[in-house]
């Protein structure tokens, strides 16, 4: 490949002989930094009305965790691709947090992972609900007032990059009003049609949930109490024109453990779902808590208003809290969270009645199926098409996509093919589109048996015509969570 240049390398604590399977395989992670300015096309070509960039957030540790290593505590490393004039550039960089600065200058690991005793850190601060973690920022990201955004699940800061050059721009202050006592949680949620972020929080202490607003000139402008009943593991959350919506699930640490300094999750069947919707700008007294059938839910894939109802959907877990046998390894116990079949992801319907305060819910499809991404222009909005990922068995990759069309029920799958797995897959509206599936899905490839990588555009009206364009990345890159999809009319300085 011509035209690529290594731009920086971080030193690795990880041991040369690594048997983790979260670190190996398609989840071997990176220490280079690249620049390419014009990505080598291996098949098809990028479309000129695709304008914008591609960035994936990627869990790629440099230093093993104390302990047990889960997936969730590896450092970020960004990607993005971007689309400009049927040319695409790349580039990739570690979120250089503050936990990865700490290591690095010490030269091992400072902090336990999600899967130890917080006790077992070196370090006595940190990140996290759960107290004592590294905020790795490899969870999430999103764009807001034009700028990357990482954030990590356990709650920590945001950390700002730009995102054309992924340039570190220091962490969000929200002008000094960040609340950096407790932090935010993975998933934000960017409504581009107000230029604002919602942002929500949890931790171990009343009223156990924060939510906010934070506006188009990066201020919070709002920041409520939300009490729950306990502490509690929200992932995502979800909003609408006139409202947020933030969710109670029965799964949460066990109480009696968690007095003991222990965090063990558990899944209450006993207990009913909590879906508590408040208007936007709401107060805490405002909320109001509609009850449906337990399950847990990662992400929900968006939610309008239709009439005297808000509409939620997102993936209902029939398995919330998978088991193993007895004599399963470590590695067998950890992936049990983190397989959609082992948790039964499925596609989702809540109604919920604001007049009378009643819920009704309906599955959607019999796919196992999670990591939804719609056409930005939908969400807060009626949709019709859901873009969802497919996950290898008993494992956290994805090996293909499922587009589901809620109106008729028809699926539409594409599989990557043996030993290459995607990332969540964003869908980029066709500049002067007129359909909501007028568009591209990107995605980014670890094809293991070839020690590569690549970035594949898709026709969102038919996905099963495979790629249209495949592009080839400077080096195979590890596997990760979330992504998003910024349009070139977003961004400063795109043209
Ligand atoms: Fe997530």
Request: glycine share 10%.
């Amino acid at each position: 490949m011509t035209n690529i240049e290594l731009v920086g390398r971080v030193l690795s604590s990880l041991p040369a002989d690594d048997d983790h399977p979260y670190r190996t395989g398609a989840w071997a992670p990176q220490t280079t930094e690249w620049d390419a300015p014009d990505l080598e096309l291996v098949e098809g070509a990028i479309p000129d009305d695709l304008d914008g960039v591609y960035l994936r957030n990627t869990e790629n540790p440099v230093a093993p965790s104390i302990g047990r290593y889960h997936p969730f505590d590896g450092d970020a490393m960004v990607h993005v691709v971007g689309f400009r004039d049927g040319k695409a550039f790349y580039r990739n960089r570690f979120v250089r947090t503050d936990g990865l600065l700490a290591e690095q200058e010490a030269g091992h690991a400072l902090w336990a992972g999600i899967s130890e005793r917080p006790s077992k850190a070196i370090r006595e601060d940190g990140w996290g609900a759960r107290g004592r973690m590294k905020d790795s920022s490899s969870t999430d990201v999103v764009v807001h007032a034009g700028v990357a955004i990482t954030s990590f699940y356990q709650c920590g800061d945001m950390y700002r990059l730009d995102p054309l050059t992924l340039d570190d721009l220091g962490k969000s202050t929200w002008h000094g009003q960040f609340p950096s006592d407790v932090g935010v949680s993975a998933h934000p949620k960017v409504d581009e049609r107000t230029g604002e972020m919602l942002v929500f929080n949890y931790g171990t202490e009343a009223p156990y949930m924060h939510y906010g607003v934070v506006d188009a000139d990066d201020r919070l402008v709002h920041y409520v109490d939300i009490e729950l009943l306990g502490p509690r593991l929200p992932h995502d959350m979800a909003y609408t024109e006139n409202y947020a919506i933030l969710n109670d699930l029965p799964l949460f640490w066990d109480p009696d453990i968690l007095k003991k300094g222990g965090h063990a999750s558990r899944f209450r069947p006993d207990l009913p779902t909590r879906l508590g919707v408040i208007p936007r700008r709401g107060q805490s007294s405002e909320i109001r808590w509609f009850e449906a059938d337990p399950t847990y839910v990662l992400h929900w894939s968006n939610a309008y208003e239709d009439g005297e109802e808000i509409v939620l959907e997102g993936y209902f877990q029939d398995n919330p809290e998978p088991t193993v046998p007895p004599e399963s390894s470590y590695y067998q116990r950890l992936s049990r969270f983190l397989s959609l079949d082992g948790m039964q992801t499925r596609l989702h319907r809540w109604r919920l009645n604001m007049r009378t305060g009643a819920t009704t819910e309906e599955r959607l499809s019999e796919s196992l199926s999670e990591f939804p991404m719609l056409n930005p222009d939908y969400i807060g909005r009626p949709h019709r098409y859901t873009y969802a990922t497919t996950g290898v068995p008993g494992f956290f990759l994805f090996d293909g996509l499922l587009k589901h069309d809620g109106a008729t029920g028809k699926e539409e799958h594409y599989s990557f093919g043996d030993g290459v797995f995607g990332s969540e897959t964003a869908m980029a509206p066709r500049i002067g589109s007129t359909a909501e599936d007028d568009g591209y899905l990107i995605t980014l490839t670890t094809d293991v048996g070839n020690d590569r990588s690549e970035c594949l555009i898709f026709s969102a009206a038919d996905v099963t015509l495979g790629p249209i364009a495949r592009l080839r990345l400077p080096e195979r890159i590890s596997s990760g969570t979330h992504s998003t999809w910024a349009s070139g009319d977003s961004l400063p300085n795109w043209r």
